[in-house]
């Protein structure tokens, strides 16, 4: 049986010697949030925003895909110099669909489809839960925008 991941984030800390409190501050989130990562196997990927899972995984040393479980970059993900939200907009309109129907089709507002469609880190205030739902919808790799290069 393997280690939860959750676990395994409170065994490197422990490691490197840092306290919650300043693993917390270095992330940019509060303790409770922190203590919550460490608590509950899905609070990283299903609270977490991914701009702090970020800075989990650099403080950490953790390669960002794998601690989601997305896995290392490269695989299936293609060579790509496109930014997020260029990505996006080029995927939603390969399927033919507006920013309405997106939205109403994945559960958002359309506000939320424009906002990740404008701003290539506004993904990054969601948990990588939300980029695996715009991924899913759009038929893309989620590696493809979880490492995309920024604008």
């Known amino acids: ?25 270095r992330i940019g989130v509060s303790l409770n949030e922190y203590y919550d990562v460490e ?9 977490l925003p991914l701009k702090n899972a970020r800075s989990l995984a650099a403080v950490l040393g953790f390669e960002l895909g794998t601690l989601l479980g997305a896995g290392p970059p490269g695989g299936a993900q293609k060579t790509n110099s496109k930014p997020r939200h260029v990505i ?20 958002f507002e359309e506000i939320f489809v424009h906002s990740i469609e404008n701003n290539s880190e506004a993904l990054d205030t969601y948990p990588y839960e939300v980029l695996k739902i715009v991924s899913s919808y759009l038929k893309l790799d989620p590696n493809d925008l979880l490492y995309a290069p920024p604008a």
């Open 1 to 25: 049986m393997t280690t939860p991941r959750h676990r395994l984030i409170e065994q490197r800390r422990e490691q490197l010697g840092l306290g919650v409190g300043e693993l917390a501050r």
């Open 88 to 107: 996006l907009v080029e995927a939603r309109q390969r399927l033919g669909v507006s920013t309405s129907t997106m939205a109403e089709d994945i559960g």
């Open 39 to 47: 608590s509950y196997e899905t609070e990283l990927t299903m609270v």
